[in-house]
């Protein structure tokens, strides 16, 4: 069964700690994404990658930066979290074949929250 | 740029009434269609999709057909039941890389 598995559903962190999201899919996807859904604005892409060490800026990465050393695993990471950031933080992945709509699978979603 | 808009919820109704969910798109070219739907507690999974203009994609009794004319792409269900209650997001293909652009999300409500 396909599966996108992320870190934690629920964190707490205060404000200016580094905060890593981790994301694990069991697919052999080439492509994974990271968003986050906040109320009335829907998902927003915050980064995604294509490859191992490749990565794409995604619709809003300011203040955030990715990390991909396995395809398996992607990470997103707040450098210095604020409380702007507080949100429902939701990973994807997804095959890459070329000429085909490729469905995104998505993880449970990490509720952060940054006092 | 391209985007998606979708009805603002919370739509609320009894088990077994019919339901529409509106969505429209701006793009260029002929992007893909798609319906995704969140459970309570659970990431998104996909419902549906079109990828040319008159498709009309369904599941679990949900349809919703690409209206290029209109740019429209309309969920609907003929009767809704309480396991139906969910969020549901409007969706297009935009750019390669399988990238998506959702809407906002509209909120279903089913009473029994």
Not at chain 2, 13 to 20: D, H, I, N, P, Q
Request: aromatic letters at 14%; a neutral charge.
């Amino acid at each position: 069964d396909v599966k996108v598995t992320q870190s934690s559903r629920y964190l707490v962190k205060r404000t200016g700690e580094k905060v890593f999201l981790e994301c694990v899919q069991d697919m052999d996807h080439e492509n994974m994404f990271w968003y986050r859904q906040d109320p009335g604005l829907g998902l927003r892409l915050i980064y995604f990658s294509y490859d191992v060490k490749m990565k794409e800026k995604g619709d809003i990465p300011e203040g955030y930066s990715v990390s991909r050393e396995k395809k398996e695993r992607f990470s997103l990471i707040l450098e210095s979290a604020s409380t702007n950031q507080t949100s429902m933080y939701l990973c994807a992945s997804s095959f890459f074949r070329q000429g085909k709509i490729n469905e995104q699978f998505f993880g449970p979603g990490t509720r952060l929250t940054v006092l | 740029g391209n985007s998606v808009t979708q009805m603002e919820g919370p739509v609320t109704l009894s088990e077994e009434a019919f339901l529409t969910i509106n969505c429209t798109y701006t793009a260029t070219g002929y992007p893909s269609l798609f319906w995704y739907v969140q459970y309570p507690g659970e990431g998104l999974q996909l419902l549906l999709k079109a990828t040319k203009a008159d498709d009309k994609g369904s599941n679990k009794g949900f349809e919703a057909t690409y209206r290029k004319e209109t740019t429209s792409f309309h969920l609907e269900k003929g009767s809704v039941q309480v396991s139906d209650s969910a969020v549901y997001f409007c969706a297009l293909f935009s750019g390669g890389y399988n990238k998506l652009i959702f809407g906002a999300g509209t909120r279903l409500a089913v009473h029994p």
